[in-house]
C-alpha cells in the first residue's frame, strides 16, 4: 500500500457528462500529480500541484482541471467527456519540498470508460 | 526535448534465467533522476529505485540490480533468478531538477512474462 488514495477505484460514464476523480496524498506529502494511462499515448503526466499551488502542467486538454485544497487533497475533474478519454487515470504523491526531488508514489488508479 | 526509450516492448522469460530490461534517456540537462517503476497485472505503479545524474553508481537490491551509464544515456535494469511473480510492465522514468516541477516522463514500458 503506497499510502496514496484514490477513488473512485472505477467509474463508467456518457459521453459529454462530467467526472471528478479524487485524491488523498500520503501523510506529510505536498506535491500531488496526475498521470493519465491510456493504450496509445502511454503514461502521460497531467498537471502538478504543490502545497494548493499550481506548479507543473503537462499536456492536459481544457476540458480538464484540477485543484488542491488546503487539507491537501486534489481533485481532477473532466468534462465534455468523449470515448477518447477512457484510460486510467493516476494520482501521485510526493514529499516535494521544492528543493529536490523526491520519488512519487502512485494510488491505484481510477478507471475511466466513456461509453 | 527530454525523452525516455525502452525499445523492448515485451520479454518472455523462463523462471530463474535472468533478465535485463533497458531504458536509454535523451536530456540535455546537466541534473536530473532516473526512475524504475513496476506495473504488475493489478495495475497500480510501485516504487523501485531512484538515482540522480550525479551517482553512478550501480545498485543491488536482492534479485534486483541497476546499471546507470551516463556515457551512454542507459539505466538499464537487471532481474537476477526471475520469478513468476515479477511478471508485470516495468516503466523507466526521467524527471528534471527540482524547479522544473518533478513531472516524470515515462518510457512505453517494458511487459515482461517470466513462465514457470
Known amino acids: 500500500d503506497s499510502g496514496v488514495t484514490q477513488t473512485p477505484k472505477h467509474l463508467i460514464t456518457a459521453t459529454g457528462q462530467r467526472v471528478t476523480l479524487r485524491c488523498s496524498p500520503r501523510?506529510?506529502?505536498?506535491?500531488v500529480y496526475w498521470y493519465q494511462q491510456s493504450l496509445d499515448q502511454g503514461l502521460q503526466f497531467l498537471i502538478q500541484?504543490?502545497?494548493?499551488?499550481?506548479?507543473a502542467k503537462g499536456n492536459i486538454l481544457e476540458r480538464f482541471s484540477a485543484q488542491q485544497f488546503p487539507d491537501l487533497h486534489s481533485e481532477l475533474n473532466l468534462s465534455s467527456l468523449e470515448l477518447g478519454d477512457s484510460a486510467l487515470y493516476f494520482c501521485?504523491?510526493?514529499?516535494?519540498?521544492?528543493?529536490?526531488?523526491?520519488?512519487?508514489?502512485f494510488g491505484q488508479g481510477t478507471r475511466l470508460t466513456v461509453v | 526535448a527530454q525523452k525516455v526509450t525502452q525499445a523492448q516492448t515485451e520479454i518472455s522469460v523462463v523462471e530463474k534465467e535472468d533478465v535485463t530490461l533497458d531504458c536509454v534517456y535523451e536530456t540535455r540537462d546537466t541534473t536530473y533522476y532516473l526512475f524504475w517503476y513496476k506495473q504488475p497485472p493489478s495495475g497500480e505503479l510501485v516504487f523501485l529505485i531512484r538515482?540522480?545524474?550525479?551517482?553512478?553508481q550501480n545498485e543491488i537490491s536482492g534479485r534486483y540490480s541497476w546499471n546507470f551509464q551516463k556515457s551512454t544515456s542507459s539505466f538499464n535494469f537487471t532481474i537476477t533468478a526471475s520469478q513468476v511473480v515479477d511478471s508485470a510492465v516495468y516503466f523507466c522514468?526521467?524527471?528534471?531538477?527540482?524547479?522544473?516541477?518533478?513531472?516524470?516522463?515515462f518510457g512505453q514500458g517494458t511487459e515482461l512474462s517470466v513462465k514457470p
Open positions: 500541484y504543490y502545497n494548493g499551488e499550481e506548479r
Open positions: 538515482r540522480n545524474s550525479f551517482d553512478e
Open positions: 501521485a504523491s510526493s514529499v516535494g519540498t521544492g528543493h529536490e526531488i523526491t520519488e512519487a508514489f
Open positions: 522514468a526521467l524527471t528534471l531538477s527540482y524547479n522544473q516541477g518533478g513531472k516524470l516522463i
Open positions: 501523510s506529510g506529502d505536498l506535491s
